[in-house]
């Protein structure tokens, strides 16, 4: 052990002496330089106005075609949700609903995007909720229980990452309807 303690003092000694300069002298530490404290400012912020149904509910999901482009979607209406959105920056923007299970990604739905002036606070709302999109036919199979739904708000035209956040503490089921025999 005080071998250990040895050799470790040597090399201490022999950085702190190489470091010293032509006198052999340590040289003087002083602590960090002070930064001033900025204030963080928000950039924005997502206020959820209303949303139905509430925490709890079943949404029943369909077969839908959306006439404009014959695309075909697994689909509800039975989901609405406002926001208001206020962001530092004059932006072309939308807001996203993503629903969860667990880590799992089962549906989405999407507001239109609408022009947002600097600082200002626009309505955004959404009523459509998709399990589908045009690589997954099914994100997930239903019935299957939705324990998170985020919303982010996204850049028109630079999708990949949410310039805002906000999660909504709510659950929901997702089925299709009973069929009857």
């Not at 010293?20 to 959820?48: C, D, K, L, N």
């Not at 530092?88 to 995007?113: E, H, K, M, Q």
């Amino acid at each position: 052990m005080k071998s250990v303690q040895m050799a470790a003092a040597l090399v201490v000694v022999a950085v702190l002496g190489a470091c010293g300069g032509s006198g052999g002298t340590i040289p003087s530490v002083t602590g960090p330089t002070a930064q001033p404290v900025v204030p963080v400012v928000p950039r924005g912020q997502i206020a959820i106005t209303a949303v139905a149904p509430p925490s709890g509910a079943t949404l029943t999901f369909r077969d839908c075609r959306l006439p404009e482009s014959g695309f075909s979607d697994v689909c509800t209406r039975d989901w609405e949700l406002a926001a208001d959105v206020q962001f530092n920056r004059d932006i072309d923007g939308l807001l996203v609903a993503t629903f969860y299970a667990g880590s799992r990604l089962c549906g989405f739905a999407l507001s239109p995007p609408m022009p947002l002036a600097d600082d200002s606070r626009r309505s955004f709302t959404m009523s459509y909720v998709t399990l589908s999109d045009e690589i997954n036919p099914t994100m997930c199979p239903l019935p299957v229980t939705i324990t998170r739904v985020v919303l982010g708000f996204y850049e028109q035209g630079r999708p990949a990452q949410a310039l805002l956040t906000e999660e909504l503490d709510a659950s929901y089921i997702f089925s299709m309807p009973r069929t009857v025999d």
